[in-house]
């Protein structure tokens, strides 16, 4: 048993070693959200309009989610007020279960009202699921979005630049402030 576990842990470490290191300067973080929006608002010129009405945006343009057996993901983003840059954050999860493998996608948080963007700023660290439920947005026909899901308080978008991406979930990420400085 203990063989099984060095062996699942060694291909865990060399398949994370693979993953390009993820923690980017400001204006590299800078220049990858505003990409990751582009490809947000390409899918969706929904998720545009949702994104306008917003009190906050948070993305995430590059998360990456990996494991055997046991996983975990890491992501590091910005949170946009009004178009600008206001701080930056890391999201983070951990699993156990059946996985294996890598994958790479992008995360965009749309807070609708001040009063969640204004609890999540507060927040030490902000869970999903615990502190702000996300509703996750599904497209319908010509990349519209539910119209139940756009009334939620907290709309989660979740795609890779081959569109968006079903079956996934923000429960039980955490979001932590991050200094780059």
């Known amino acids: ?49 949702l994104a ?18 046991i996983g975990g993901e890491y992501g590091e983003g910005a949170l946009q007020v009004g178009g600008n840059t206001t701080a930056y954050y890391n999201i983070a999860a951990g699993s156990i279960g059946f996985q294996l493998g890598v994958q790479q996608k992008s995360q965009v948080i749309l ?22 439920s996300v509703a996750l947005a599904t497209l319908g026909a010509g990349g519209q979005v539910d119209t139940e899901t756009s009334k939620k308080p907290i709309i989660g978008f979740i795609f890779s630049n081959k569109g968006l991406m079903y079956n ?7 979001i932590t402030k991050i200094d780059k400085d």
């Open 1 to 49: 048993m203990i063989r099984i576990v060095r062996s699942l842990l060694a291909a865990a470490l060399m398949l994370f070693a693979t993953v390009p290191a993820v923690a980017a300067s400001r204006e590299e973080l800078d220049a990858a959200v505003r990409e990751a929006v582009n490809e947000l608002y390409k899918h969706s010129v929904a998720a545009k309009e």
């Open 52 to 69: 306008g009405k917003s009190a906050g945006m948070l993305v995430f343009p590059q998360v990456i989610k990996g494991g055997i057996g």
């Open 111 to 132: 807070f609708m009202h001040q009063r969640e963007l204004d609890n999540f700023r507060k927040s030490e660290g902000w869970k999903a699921g615990v502190d702000g």
């Open 168 to 174: 996934l979930t923000f429960e039980g990420s955490k």
